[in-house]
Nanobody
């Protein structure tokens, strides 16, 4: 049974940092490109960051480039998102996913990140 469990969200002040984690199970994690998406209130879900199956290639949305870092541990079946210099506009629910799960519209519960003073 496929499962994606995101954690690490919370309330943080502008300029602060958070590290999100996503533990995957039920599929061969190391074979798949993994992504972090986010959905802000009243907006559509957007792709924030992606990492190749081996971790050798990463891509970022322009809005987070230089502030966020995606990484993965294929032994622990976990993908991470280190978020630094957080801004109010980073407030969103953050979801991790794999290519093939996005295609069938499968999503985990996500983790809420709120940036507020």
């Amino acid at each position: 049974q496929v499962q994606l469990v995101e954690s690490g969200g919370g309330l943080v002040q502008p300029g602060g940092s958070l590290r999100l984690s996503c533990v995957a199970s039920g599929f061969t994690f190391s074979r798949y490109r993994m992504m972090w998406y986010r959905q802000a209130p009243g907006k559509e879900r957007e792709l924030a960051a992606a990492i190749s199956s081996t971790g050798g290639n990463t891509n970022y949305a322009d809005s987070i480039k230089g502030r966020f870092t995606i990484s993965r541990d294929n032994v622990k079946n976990t993908v991470y998102l280190q978020m630094n210099s957080l801004k109010h506009e980073d407030t969103a629910v953050y979801y991790c996913n794999a290519d093939f799960l996005v295609r069938i519209d499968y999503w985990g519960q996500g983790t809420q990140v709120t940036v507020s003073s």
